[in-house]
T-cell receptor
Framework: QKEVEQNSGPLSVPEGAIASLNCTYSDRGSQSFFWYRQYSGKSPELIMSIYSNGDKEDGRFTAQLNKASQYVSLLIRDSQPSDSATYLCAANPGGFKTIFGAGTRLFVKA | EAQVTQNPRYLITVTGKKLTVTCSQNMNHEYMSWYRQDPGLGLRQIYYSMNVEVTDKGDVPEGYKVSRKEKRNFPLILESPSPNQTSLYFC?????????????FGPGTRLLVL
């Protein structure tokens, strides 16, 4: 069974701090990785995708991929209370399949 | 405005009564997908479609059917719903351009099967 694992949290950080969200995946053949944000009662929204080893930055968000360690992370700099949400990690093990982790709840305290 | 619509948004039904949840997108995306979301399990892919008349199973296809007769529509069919299909369902629409993926989710359909 192909799996994506995330710590369910909650992860609590003070406003202005860096929030670090982590994810591991079991299928070494996975090539594409995604981070979604889901506010309570809302639909998921895609915030980052990453395909190559290393870092990818988009505004306050940085996605990091280490295929050797089968590890994906999302850093949120200068965290804001509006960043409080559940963050879902997902991997594409091939074709158009997508495997999601159960999500990490993030709380940013003002 | 780019959007994915789902109907109905809420549905209570009984075991065995066939139902269809519609999904429509206005972005001319090739790729569409259905997910269910359950507490503690995250999102699980039910079916996906790469284009008209091209569909394939995701992780949890049992008890579901889909069709893709038009590019914009991707209905999810439950021929004989059972209580274990009580869940929150999301449709998603995706386009791939180079290495850039654009994806939109519908608002969700909350289904209760009694």
């Amino acid at each position: 069974q192909k799996e994506v694992e995330q710590n369910s949290g909650p992860l609590s950080v003070p406003e202005g701090a860096i929030a670090s969200l982590n994810c591991t995946y079991s299928d070494r053949g996975s090539q594409s990785f995604f981070w979604y944000r889901q506010y309570s009662g809302k639909s998921p929204e895609l915030i980052m995708s990453i395909y190559s080893n290393g870092d990818k930055e988009d505004g306050r968000f940085t996605a990091q991929l280490n295929k050797a360690s089968q590890y994906v992370s999302l850093l949120i700099r200068d965290s804001q209370p509006s960043d409080s949400a559940t963050y879902l990690c997902a991997a594409n093990p091939g074709g158009f399949k997508t495997i999601f982790g159960a999500g990490t709840r993030l709380f940013v305290k003002a | 405005e780019a959007q994915v619509t789902q109907n109905p948004r809420y549905l209570i039904t009984v075991t065995g009564k066939k139902l269809t949840v519609t999904c429509s997108q206005n972005m001319n995306h090739e790729y569409m997908s259905w997910y269910r979301q359950d507490p503690g399990l995250g999102l699980r892919q039910i079916y996906y479609s790469m284009n008209v008349e091209v569909t394939d199973k995701g992780d949890v296809p049992e008890g579901y059917k889909v069709s893709r007769k038009e590019k914009r529509n991707f209905p999810l069919i439950l021929e004989s719903p059972s209580p274990n299909q009580t869940s929150l369902y999301f449709c998603a629409s995706t386009s791939l351009s180079g290495n850039q993926e654009t994806q939109y989710f519908g608002p969700g359909t909350r289904l209760l099967v009694l």
